[in-house]
Structure formats: structure tokens, C-alpha cells
């Protein structure tokens, strides 16, 4: 097992980590030099493949057990049975030994020292896992720390390629619902919660927040956007990379790498670049300069990391070839006319693919350059200026193409202080140890449960109708709990109740019994049901219905593919027809899932529901609080609602709002007053 360095004092009594092993404190072991000069010191002692390694951002499947194995290493050390491979890609999770490098392998051997972690264990594990790897790499030659990285952890998406939800994290909405609040200071104080949460198990920088912008509504990656205003996306962005970053970067901050540069918004036809038919965007309005906004406001705000797009941006005069190896991109706009100096990685395995043993082998997005070898399109990448290699694990690709004199390594060293700057900047050399002891009453703690409840909350926004039905049933009917205008909120920091367990359903400040009201239900939890009625199995039977939906999009076979919700986004003509017999039958609310701006005519006007609500993540029961409760619907809509399919496919994937006559705005809000209770339309 590992050694951890000590702690040892120069002689005039300043403390240092003797990464080097040697008993001195070296230059850039000293904590009282500038950032630049240790970086200049340890660059220069640093060998060509020790260098190569910095490059490489890959990818690490921690163990959901870290039960120690016979050394008291975690298991997946070396360790071929894990249940998941801790190196370049996820692992086998069947407990059968693995092909993928360990996470020792690639430290020690491959001197990689960056990793996005591919799942996360309960907080005292990852806690503890975070210094075991810090271990290993604390004993390699000169002791570089490791940086682990994740997608957001924070909402309700699962995607494998993009987002990830629960570990005990504290969930408010997708980022697109931040944006709904419309709230900049709420959205720093949630960024800044999660920031807290990530650092106590060890992970240092955000591969987040999107400063893209929503202007193609087939396109699968609205919900990590800010929306289609670039305004407001700006002012989001401002406040999330503040929250994660503070004012400045150092050891208190999660680092942000902002993506995806130049602006992935302006897909051709909605179609996801993770795909092939998603490889080029289309600017048919020439309207590059909106979408860069929003990035020149994360670079005010001091974004540390930028990661370019997958795809091709045809139309722009750009090159005609993906981001990520397109100099016009990353030296021309983000170095030379933005002044951008911090690193840059590429998106994940826009290089050599990825295979998943026993699963499927995903091909590389190398968009543009399908035709060159690897090495050439590694020349490429690194010819348009990027620092890293997204979820590559090969650097002795980089070394042998300075060993060919392909690339010359002072290209190399200019990358790798940028990426060494940001390790020290962040603190990582003086102490990247976490408390695992602390870390599970860091993470999910009830303030921040409730913090991430009020975000939710503050994020519903009313389309259309009035609660007054379901409120009034819950006065009227006989037996039924009195209607307190405001039931308690579970997530009310003024609620004593639930300091213990600030997700319990059950525990709600309510103690009638609403027996008597007949509920018809669809994807709601019956705990949180069961504070307003019980449960009846048809609309017939109902006294009110309440329905929470997924926004329309095609199923799709694939791996990955299945994950991103792309097409139509229409319901089909069945469904359509059964919503609006349910909302025949029986007073209706629907609350629908706004991943992507959903066609909802079907859903207006008297065939419609009694209430209709745009969620974008939330707790069941602050829906329902919403809809029985008369509960304020406060959200902004960060979006256009199309009214058909025509609309979509005849409007310019790059120029906002320019669907011919949306059911609803951008920006509309429900009326203020009488909040739930009021009745208000789209714009029909």
C-alpha cells in the first residue's frame, strides 16, 4: 500500500509535502512562491512522458464497496475482480475481472493523472477512495496530485454520457431549471452548496456549466442549458461559475470547465453530435456571434476550463471540422480573440472511441477528420491548441509524435503549465486529502436538501389553468383535511419536522386525513400521494387526476443513444387522445418534463387539463403542493414552446425564438397574486 508523503518543515520552519521524496523542499513544494514560478520548476523536472501523462483526461469507475482488500488498499487497486475497472472507461460491474487498466496502471505507469469519475460511491467511501488514489500518485516520482472530475451530480437526469443523479447528493433541478428561477442570486447560493459537496469527497472540477443556448428544440442536451436567451443564460452562467469558483480560484473552489465552445445549440436538425447524424451543425441565419455570448460571460466570471464541441460548425466560415480539432476555433476565436489562456479540453473520446468490454465498442467523434490515422488527427488537436485529451488514456501517442518531430515539445510544455497552474491554484500540492469521516455530513446535509427543494420549487412554472379545482375539492369534500392555503413544505427551512430527514414525504406538518378524495395518478409516488388522497386505479373512479410526463421524444436503440431524447416532439396521436379523455373524465393537472420544449397543443384550451405545469426536476410532492396546495408557481419560462412540428423543422437551428407562433413565450411567467389558484392561458 502506499506510502503518504509526510509533512516535513523547511528549516525556517515553513511546512511542505516532500512530494520528491528527497527530504528538501524543492521550489515548487514551496507554498510561499508564486503559482508561476513552481510551475516553471516542476515543469522542467518533469520527463517528456511524465508530460504526456498531464494530457490525458481519463475516466475512473470508483467501487461501489470499498471494503479494503488483504494489503487495506480498496479493492479495485489492481485488483482484476473489481466490480468496476477504475481506469480509462467504466467497468465490467459484474465482478468479472476486468480489461481495463487499474487505477494504479494508469498513475504509475502512465503518469495520467486526471479522471472523470463515472460513478460515485455512498461519501465516505468516494471520500476515502479520493486518498487512495492520492496515494498512489503521492508515490510516484515527483508526486503530482490527481484531479478527479465529474458531469453534474446535482439533478434528475441519468445519462451515462452526460449527467448523473442520487449518491446522496443534494438534488435541485436540471440547470435548465435554474435558469427558470430566474434568480441569479439563488443560483450562486445552490452552486455553491454543490461546490461544497464535491469538494468534501474530492472532486475538484465541474465538467460544467453549458453556455449553450437553446435556439434548435430537437436538440437532446437542452436540459444542462441556461435556455434560449442569451441574456439570461449570461447572468446564470455568471452566477454558477461564482458559486462554484468563488471570485477566484483556489483552494476553496471547485474548478468549471465551460462547454461547449464555440456553442453546441445549433445542432442540424436537433440531431446529438455524440452521434453520427449529429457530426455538423447548421448556422442558416449566420448567427455564431449569439451563441458566443454566453461564453464571454463565463470568461468574465473567470471560467477556468473550456471544453470545445464534438461537432462540425458548418456555415460559420470556420474550418469544416470539428471543434476540438479546428484552429479557427481554439486559436483563432477562444486564445486569440477572447485572450483565453486557461486549458482546454477536448470533449470525451473525440480521438480513438471507446470500448466498453462485453458491451460495445463506440467509434471516435472525430468529426471531419474520419479520414486521418490517429496519430494525424492527434497532430490536429494539438495543432488547434488544445491541452487535454478527453477520456484518453494514450500518451504514448503524445510522446511519439514529439519523438517523430511531428510535434515539437515546447507545444507540449505549454499545455502542461497550463494544466499544472490550475493543480496549484486549487490548492491540490499542499493538501488533496479529504475527511472521509466528515464527508457523509457534508454531503446531502438538510440545509442543503431544503436549498435544493426551494430551487426546485422556485422552478415550476404555470402554463396554463388553476389549481382552484383541487384546492376546492380538498375544502369541499367531506372528511377531507381544511385547505391551509399552504400545506407545510418539507422543504421549508421553518419546518422543524423534517430537520432529520428533509426528504421524507410522510412527515409533512399535516396530520388530516384525506381519505375521502379520490386521486387518479400517473409517475407519482404514492407516499407523496398519500398526503392529499388515496389512490384509485381509473379516472372514472377520481375525484381529481394528477399526471407528471416526460416531454415527447423517439426511442432510440443504441448503447448511449437510448439515453439522449431526441426527434419528435410531439406526443403521438394516441397518447394525445388519452390525455385528453382522462382530462375529459375528471378535473386533470399534468405536470410535463421540460427536457426539450414539448409540442403541448394537445394540451390547450377546453380539451385541456384544469392545470398545466412545466417542470424541469422536482420532488413529487412540491408538484402536488402546487397543484392541491394552491402553492405559488413562480418559474420563468426559459424557452419557446413550439405549437407544432412544422413550426420546428421550418425555424433556423441557430437564431432564437424563430418558431412561427408559440403556444408560449420565453419569459412567461403565471400571474402573480393569486398565484396557483389564478387561471391564465398561452398565447394562443
Known amino acids: 500500500m502506499p506510502v503518504r508523503p509526510p509533512l516535513l518543515h523547511h528549516h525556517d520552519g515553513t511546512p511542505f509535502r516532500d512530494l520528491n521524496h528527497n527530504g528538501t523542499m524543492e521550489p515548487y513544494e514551496d507554498p510561499r512562491l508564486p503559482v508561476e514560478d513552481r510551475v516553471a520548476d516542476l515543469l522542467a523536472r518533469m520527463t517528456l512522458e511524465e508530460k504526456a501523462g498531464l494530457m490525458c483526461h481519463g475516466r475512473m469507475l470508483p467501487p461501489a464497496d470499498d471494503t479494503p482488500s488483504a494489503d487495506g488498499a480498496p479493492p479495485a487497486d489492481g485488483a482484476s475482480d473489481a466490480p468496476g475497472g477504475p481506469g480509462g472507461g467504466p467497468g465490467t460491474g459484474t465482478g468479472a475481472p476486468s480489461t ?116 434548435e428544440p430537437r436538440w437532446a442536451r437542452i436540459s444542462g442549458t441556461f435556455g434560449e436567451d442569451a441574456d439570461r443564460a449570461g447572468r446564470m452562467l455568471d452566477a454558477y461559475i461564482r458559486g462554484m469558483q468563488g471570485d477566484r480560484l483556489d483552494g476553496t473552489s471547485v474548478a468549471c470547465m465551460v462547454k461547449h465552445f464555440p456553442g453546441h445549440g445549433p445542432q442540424a436538425l436537433g440531431e446529438d453530435a455524440h452521434f453520427a447524424a449529429g457530426r455538423a451543425q447548421a448556422f442558416p441565419g449566420r448567427n455564431l456571434a449569439h451563441h458566443l455570448r454566453p461564453f464571454e460571460a463565463a470568461f468574465a466570471a473567470g471560467a477556468a476550463q473550456v471544453m470545445p464541441c464534438y461537432a462540425i460548425p458548418s456555415g460559420t466560415g470556420l474550418a469544416e471540422v470539428g471543434a476540438g480539432y479546428n484552429r479557427d476555433v ?43 490515422s490517429v496519430p494525424e488527427r492527434l497532430v490536429t488537436m494539438l495543432d488547434a491548441g488544445v491541452d487535454q485529451l478527453g477520456g484518453e488514456t494514450c500518451p504514448e501517442l503524445i510522446v511519439a509524435a514529439v519523438r517523430s518531430g511531428a510535434v515539437g515539445e515546447e507545444r507540449i510544455d505549454a499545455s502542461v503549465r497550463r494544466v499544472l497552474r ?64 399552504n400545506p407545510a413544505d418539507p422543504g421549508n427551512p421553518a419546518d422543524p419536522g423534517n430537520l432529520t430527514d428533509p426528504g421524507n414525504l410522510t412527515d409533512t406538518g399535516n396530520p388530516a386525513d384525506p381519505e375521502n378524495i379520490a386521486v387518479y395518478a400517473e409517475n407519482i409516488a404514492p407516499a407523496a400521494l398519500a398526503r392529499y388522497g388515496r389512490t384509485v386505479a381509473t379516472p372514472e373512479e377520481a375525484d381529481v387526476a394528477v399526471l407528471r410526463l416526460a416531454a415527447p421524444y423517439e426511442h432510440r436503440e443504441g448503447l448511449l443513444e437510448r439515453h439522449f431524447h431526441s426527434g419528435s416532439l410531439e406526443f403521438p396521436a394516441e397518447e394525445a387522445a388519452r390525455l385528453r379523455a382522462i382530462c375529459a373524465a ?85 400571474p402573480a397574486g393569486e398565484g396557483a389558484q389564478e387561471r391564465f392561458a398561452p398565447h394562443l
Open 330 to 372: 481554439v486559436t483563432g476565436l477562444l486564445r486569440e480573440r477572447y485572450g483565453f489562456d486557461g486549458v482546454v479540453c477536448t470533449d470525451f473520446n473525440a480521438l480513438t472511441g471507446m470500448e466498453i468490454p462485453g458491451l460495445a465498442t463506440l467509434p471516435a467523434r472525430a468529426w471531419g477528420v474520419e479520414h486521418l
Open 100 to 215: 481495463l487498466p487499474t487505477g494504479a496502471e494508469h498513475i504509475a505507469a502512465r503518469h495520467i493523472n486526471h479522471f472523470a469519475l463515472m460513478a460515485v460511491p455512498p461519501p465516505a467511501a468516494m471520500a476515502r477512495w479520493n486518498n487512495h488514489v492520492q496515494d498512489l500518485a503521492a508515490a510516484t516520482r515527483l508526486g503530482i496530485p490527481v484531479t478527479l472530475s465529474s458531469d453534474p451530480r446535482h439533478g434528475f437526469t441519468a445519462n451515462p454520457a452526460t449527467a448523473h443523479s442520487g449518491e446522496g447528493f443534494s438534488a435541485g433541478p436540471e440547470p435548465i431549471g435554474l435558469a427558470a428561477t430566474d434568480d441569479p442570486g439563488l443560483v450562486r447560493e445552490f452552486a455553491a452548496a454543490t461546490a461544497a459537496e464535491l469538494r468534501a469527497v474530492g472532486i475538484r472540477l465541474a465538467l460544467h456549466p453549458m453556455a449553450d443556448l437553446a435556439t
Open 422 to 485: 490550475d493543480k496549484f491554484r486549487l490548492g491540490l500540492f499542499e493538501d488533496p486529502y479529504v475527511d472521509p469521516e466528515r464527508a457523509a455530513p457534508l454531503v446531502g446535509t438538510p440545509r442543503t436538501r431544503r436549498l435544493g427543494r426551494t430551487v426546485q420549487r422556485r422552478s415550476l412554472v404555470g402554463l396554463s389553468g388553476s389549481a382552484e379545482p383541487f384546492t376546492t375539492a380538498r375544502r369541499t369534500k367531506p372528511g377531507s383535511p381544511a385547505d391551509t392555503g
Open 586 to 670: 375528471v378535473p386533470t393537472a399534468i405536470s410535463v418534463f421540460l427536457d426539450r420544449p414539448a409540442v403541448l397543443a394537445p394540451l390547450t384550451g377546453p380539451a385541456g387539463p384544469a392545470l398545466l405545469i412545466g417542470d424541469f426536476g422536482a420532488d413529487d410532492d412540491l408538484v402536488l403542493d402546487a397543484v392541491f396546495g394552491g402553492v405559488p408557481l413562480e418559474g420563468v419560462l426559459p424557452f419557446d414552446l413550439p405549437s407544432s412540428m412544422r413550426a420546428v423543422a421550418e425555424s433556423r437551428e441557430d437564431v432564437p425564438f424563430d418558431t412561427a407562433a408559440p403556444l408560449w413565450r420565453c419569459g412567461h411567467r403565471a
